[in-house]
């Protein structure tokens, strides 16, 4: 029989409730150095009993079936391995929506909803924002564009990535969240499917969280990132400003008069950003936004010359 100081799979299993589940789990990986190792157990076992987190404390001394207790086994098994909550459990939330994921596109974070909120507030405030055209570079699972689609109602979006996995799991998050017909997916590099668009369309907004890890440096990464998360999405380049250099180079071009350019950037790179972007002479009233925890997060350009 299986201790209950134990997990051992191989081994025929005892009745386990989940308050023992929870408690065992969180300790396992508090062991291993799994961050947030409570909310880990949590979410892996709500998953696989397929209820609420907030459920799952009004039925401590219940023991779930079997074959729910082996699918939450082998969750643990591969969290242990520092694969991601999110993968796991197929799903991640941004900007107070669910959004299913996958290893094909990044994790949604926090930090990104920084851009969500200077938009929201820019169409809110900006006139000629009544019905805006807006850009999404490098949408992964489409959140960003999902999140302003389901706040601006009179907005139009085109989100694009050079993904085609990318592009479906995007594809599949605009019909769950029913902003299909707001939503166009573009598939390319960058600007090039942009440029193709017919007829051409100019945005009032651009918006890109692109990747910016330095090369070399992804390796260094949590485990949950650099062995988990799409390195498509993560590498920058040599100096992790690859990116920007592209994007200053044709933003401006698609951007009608005074339209806003905003790139998410890491802490540490938002002076660099802002200098390349303005150094172009195309761009004018660089601003760095910080993040809900004060950290600079974004750089916001205008289109220089209202033209």
């Known amino acids: 029989m299986l201790k209950k100081d134990s997990m051992d799979v191989s081994q025929?299993?005892?009745?386990?409730?989940?308050?023992?589940?929870?408690?065992?789990?969180?300790?396992?990986?508090?062991?291993?150095?799994?961050?947030?190792?409570?909310?880990?157990?949590?979410?892996?076992?709500?998953?696989?009993?397929?209820?609420?987190?907030?459920?799952?404390?009004?039925?401590?001394?219940?023991?779930?079936?079997?074959?729910?207790?082996?699918?939450?086994?082998?969750?643990?098994?591969?969290?242990?391995?520092?694969?991601?909550?999110?993968?796991?459990?197929?799903?991640?939330?941004?900007?107070?929506?669910?959004?299913?994921?996958?290893?094909?596109?990044?994790?949604?974070?926090?930090?990104?909803?920084?851009?969500?909120?200077?938009?929201?507030?820019?169409a809110r405030m900006t006139p000629a924002w009544e019905a805006p055209e807006i850009l999404d570079l490098c949408t992964g699972s489409g959140c960003i564009a999902i999140a302003l689609a389901k706040n601006l109602p009179t907005a139009r979006l085109t989100a694009s990535d050079i993904s085609p996995a990318a592009l479906r799991m995007a594809e599949s998050n605009i019909a769950t969240h029913e902003v299909a017909a707001r939503i166009r997916l573009i598939a390319g590099d960058l600007f090039e499917p942009v440029a193709q668009m017919s007829p051409p369309v100019k945005f009032h907004a651009i918006v890109s969280n692109p990747p910016y890890i330095v090369s070399d440096k992804i390796a260094e990464l949590m485990p949950e990132v650099s062995r988990h998360e799409p390195r498509l999405a993560l590498n920058g380049g040599t100096d992790g400003l690859a990116f920007y250099r592209r994007i200053a180079e044709q933003a401006a071009e698609f951007l009608v008069p005074d339209g806003v350019l905003i790139v998410e950037t890491a802490f540490d790179q938002t002076d660099d950003v802002q200098l390349i972007l303005q150094a172009k002479g195309a761009f004018q009233d660089g601003r760095i936004i910080r993040d809900a925890a004060g950290h600079p997060r974004c750089v916001l350009v205008r289109k220089a010359g209202g033209g």
């Open 12 to 122: 025929k299993p005892v009745s386990w409730t989940i308050g023992e589940l929870l408690q065992w789990t969180t300790a396992y990986f508090t062991r291993g150095g799994i961050d947030e190792a409570r909310l880990s157990a949590e979410l892996l076992l709500a998953h696989a009993l397929g209820c609420t987190r907030m459920a799952l404390y009004t039925r401590f001394e219940q023991t779930p079936p079997s074959e729910q207790v082996a699918a939450f086994r082998e969750m643990v098994k591969k969290r242990k391995e520092h694969m991601p909550v999110a993968y796991l459990i197929g799903k991640a939330w941004f900007y107070s929506l669910e959004f299913a994921v996958s290893p094909d596109v990044l994790i949604p974070r926090p930090d990104t909803e920084t851009i969500v909120e200077q938009v929201i507030r820019l």
